[in-house]
């Protein structure tokens, strides 16, 4: 009890105003280097920056397996499950690898987050409509083309439990429409830290388990593939996922 109650006490004294004033300079940080047509940098240091240093704040030890399963210089479709809010910092931070963020369109609302998130070319996905989330899935395949990798979380929101849900298909037909390789991501651990519809942080340790890329040059074309393609990848995910998460 009393160990809780120090740390609420340093969350709120120390954690908070330290993680404003961090997200501010990074923001502003990643938009200025961008803007001067640094985004190849920018785009991904300030926020990898940002992100290890949240974790380590928190007091959230990180263990990360399977980075020897990415090749420098090749483009990905990066799969993950979604258990809390520090996702974002655990793949970010850790990942060792620049990306481009898929995005709910709502996070673009957050003051100065959402204007460098844009300046640093993340895709914002917009299911209003069908045109709309067709328009969100070309964006997100022009950054591949220009070489870039993207991280999506294909069941679209977290979890309200720590297990997963079904896979949306977009990051799917990203990756079968430009052929490229999907590498499936199992994250355990921040829903532990910080899980949905709760204020209520406390310290955990957190895994990130980097899976072989996942060819998609034999997944046949149309809804049957992608749902092989969605469906390989959920059991891959699934299969490291501590017993506590699993269905």
């Known amino acids: 009890m009393m160990i809780r109650t120090l740390y609420v006490l340093y969350l709120w004294l120390f954690f908070t105003p330290a993680f404003l004033i961090l997200t501010l300079i990074t923001a502003l940080t990643t938009m200025t280097g961008c803007l ?8 991904y240091y300030p926020g ?11 007091f959230c030890p990180v263990k990360v397996q399977g980075r020897e399963n990415i090749k420098a210089g090749q483009s990905y479709v990066f799969v993950s499950n979604h258990q809390g809010s520090f996702d ?5 931070g850790f990942l060792g690898t620049p990306v481009k963020w898929v995005m709910k369109a709502g996070l673009q609302k957050i003051p100065f987050v959402g204007t460098a998130c844009r300046a640093a070319g993340f895709i914002f996905v917009d299911r209003s409509t069908l045109q709309a989330a067709a328009r969100s899935v070309s964006d997100a395949e022009r950054a591949l083309k220009k070489g870039a990798s993207v ?3 294909p069941e679209g929101s977290r979890t309200h439990t720590g297990k997963m849900s079904g896979f949306k298909k977009g990051a799917f037909h990203m990756a079968t429409d430009l052929r490229l390789p ?16 709760s204020f ?6 957190m895994e990130m388990v980097i899976h072989p890329p996942v060819t ?25 996922l501590w017993e506590e998460f699993r269905t």
């Open 182 to 197: 999907v590498v499936p991501i199992t994250l355990n651990g921040p829903y532990k830290v910080l899980p949905i519809d």
């Open 88 to 92: 974002i910092f655990l793949i970010y």
């Open 36 to 43: 001067l047509g640094g985004e190849r940098v920018f785009s």
């Open 48 to 58: 990898m920056l940002w992100s290890r240093i949240t974790c380590y704040l928190a």
């Open 200 to 205: 209520k942080m406390r310290p955990h340790r």
């Open 151 to 153: 991280a999506v979380f």
């Open 216 to 240: 998609t040059e034999d997944i046949e074309p149309g809804h049957k593939g992608l749902q092989q393609l969605a469906g390989q990848t959920h059991l891959i995910i699934s299969s490291a």
